[in-house]
């Protein structure tokens, strides 16, 4: 029988903009109980407002994931009220696009730091809960650039997506024995606040033109509630989703 997601607990992070808010607006439709984290609380506390005027059901928890404590309390949080996490969904990110030799390493730096260091930090909070419960699943949000590289300017970007990939298949490979589904979303271009955090001007400006074809943050929504909607025994490894239109 497949998993309902009515009354399934989810864990998303980044859910004050763009992909995580609009899933955490579709998963709660259907009846999930979600628990926003993000640095904007301002933000997550208006999606609690919305969802919960709905008849949903919602928590929000101010979270930077470059601390771990913070991504522990929001999962410890979400444990507290509703008593087992069912799915988390790592989808914190940034991306700074420019060329290696304009060495923004601070920016870097943050893209590894929330890319990387957000997602283990998620995997680490969830991973003694969901071994307890023999349950639960694991959604990390890579991109297509963790399956190729632009450049010049993606580099950075890319090698974090790719982290994201062999993260998540090792963790895929780890968890068999405790029944934990591991999915790896990757989206092409979606119409949110991502390429904004470019501070380059000319590569924002090939990435204004380039997202032009975006798709809306709604299509990743969908798919990710797919994959959780599958029979207990199956798992959706891999999702790319891109434009029809998208040829990167
Ligand atoms: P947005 O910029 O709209 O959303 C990014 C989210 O990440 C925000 O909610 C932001 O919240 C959060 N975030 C950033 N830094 C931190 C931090 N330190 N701690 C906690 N949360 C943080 O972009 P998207 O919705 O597009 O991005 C979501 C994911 O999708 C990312 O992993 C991105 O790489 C991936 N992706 C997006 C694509 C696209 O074309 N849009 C394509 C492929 C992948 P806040 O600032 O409030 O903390």
Redesign the pocket.
Known sequence: MAVNIEGNVVVI?????????STARHLAAKGAKVVL????KD?IDALVKEITAKGGSALAFK????RRGDVEALVKGAKEKYGRIDVIVN?????SIAPMSALKVEEWDRMID??IK?LLYGVAAVLPIMQKQKQGHIIN?????GIKIFAPGGAVYSAT?FAVRALTEGLRMETRAYNIRCTMI?????A????E?TSEETAKEGLREF?KI?IP?DSIARAIANAIEQPAEVEIDEVVIRPTAQEF
């Open positions: 992070t980044g859910a004050s903009s763009g992909l995580g808010e984290g993000a640095r904007r933000r979270t930077d994931v470059t989808n914190s990110g940034v991306m929330v890319n957000g949000i890579a991109s297509v650039a997506k990757s989206p092409g271009a979606v949110t606040e991502l390429a955090g997202y975006a943050a």
